[in-house]
T-cell receptor
C-alpha cells in the first residue's frame, strides 16, 4: 500500500522568508510524486511533479521540490514566500508500477504567510 | 489546456432527494476520471475510479448504490448521490487523466459543495 505523510498541519512564515512544507512517502515501487495547492472552496491546482530525472523539480509560482530517495521525502520549497501563497498544500504519491493512476494524498498542510 | 469543469459548484438539497454532479474535461479526452470527497480540514478521499464505457471501480467502504457514477463519454462523468442524507454533505471533487502519454498528473475540477438539509 502507498501512503503519504505531511507531518505539519500548519506552517507559518513571514513574507519574504523561505518556506518548506514537508512530505514523506511510502510506495512499493518507484514513486511518482506530486504537489497540489488548494484555495478556499476550490479544487486542486497542480504545482509540480517528480517522475524521473533530476531530484530538484521546479514548478509553478516559483515553487520547487526535492526528491530524496534515501529519506523518502519530497519537501516543497520556495525561496521567498508571498502572502498570496497562503493556501492548503497537498502532497500525493502514485506507485509507478501497475496501470492505475490512483493517487494517495497526504492530509494537507496549511501555509500561512504573514506580512 | 487541461481544464476540468464541474457543475454545479454549489447545491443544496433536501434529505431523501437525489443530486447529480457533472464533471467535464473541456479540452481533452479523459478515458479515466476520479471522484473524491473532501471533509472539512481533511484530505481527499478517493471514492471511485470511472472509466469511459465501463463500470466504475469503487473504493472500499463506498456504497455503489448510493453514489452512482456514469462515464458516458470521453469528456463527461457524472456522480449521482441518491437518497441524500445530511451526512452526505461534503465537498466533492473530480479529476481527469488524459490518455496522452507522459503527463501522469490528474487535472482537478473546481469542486462541488453539497449541502443536504
Amino acid at each position: 500500500a502507498q501512503s503519504v505523510a505531511q507531518p505539519e498541519d500548519q506552517v507559518n512564515v513571514a513574507e519574504g522568508n523561505p518556506l518548506t512544507v514537508k512530505c514523506t512517502y511510502s510506495v512499493s515501487g518507484n514513486p511518482y510524486l506530486f504537489w497540489y495547492v488548494q484555495y478556499p472552496n476550490r479544487g486542486l491546482q497542480f504545482l509540480l511533479k517528480y517522475i524521473t530525472g533530476d531530484n530538484l523539480v521546479k514548478g509553478s509560482y516559483g515553487f520547487e521540490a526535492e526528491f530524496n530517495k534515501s529519506q523518502t521525502s519530497f519537501h516543497l520549497k520556495k525561496p521567498s514566500a508571498l502572502v498570496s501563497d497562503s493556501a492548503l498544500y497537498f502532497c500525493a504519491v502514485r506507485d509507478s508500477t501497475g496501470t492505475a493512476s490512483k493517487l494517495t494524498f497526504g492530509t494537507g498542510t496549511r501555509l500561512q504567510v504573514t506580512l | 489546456g487541461a481544464v476540468v469543469s464541474q457543475h454545479p459548484s454549489r447545491v443544496i438539497c433536501k434529505s431523501g432527494t437525489s443530486v447529480k454532479i457533472e464533471c467535464r474535461s473541456l479540452d481533452f479526452q479523459a478515458t479515466t476520471m476520479f471522484w473524491y470527497r473532501q471533509f472539512p480540514k481533511k484530505s481527499l478521499m478517493l471514492m471511485a475510479t470511472s472509466n469511459e464505457g465501463s463500470k466504475a471501480t469503487y473504493e472500499q467502504g463506498v456504497e455503489k448504490d448510493k453514489f452512482l457514477i456514469n462515464h458516458a463519454s470521453l469528456t463527461l462523468s457524472t456522480l449521482t448521490v441518491t437518497s441524500a442524507h445530511p451526512e452526505d454533505s461534503s465537498f466533492y471533487i473530480c479529476s481527469a487523466r488524459s490518455p496522452a502519454g507522459g503527463s501522469y498528473e490528474q487535472y482537478f475540477g473546481p469542486g462541488t459543495r453539497l449541502t443536504v438539509t
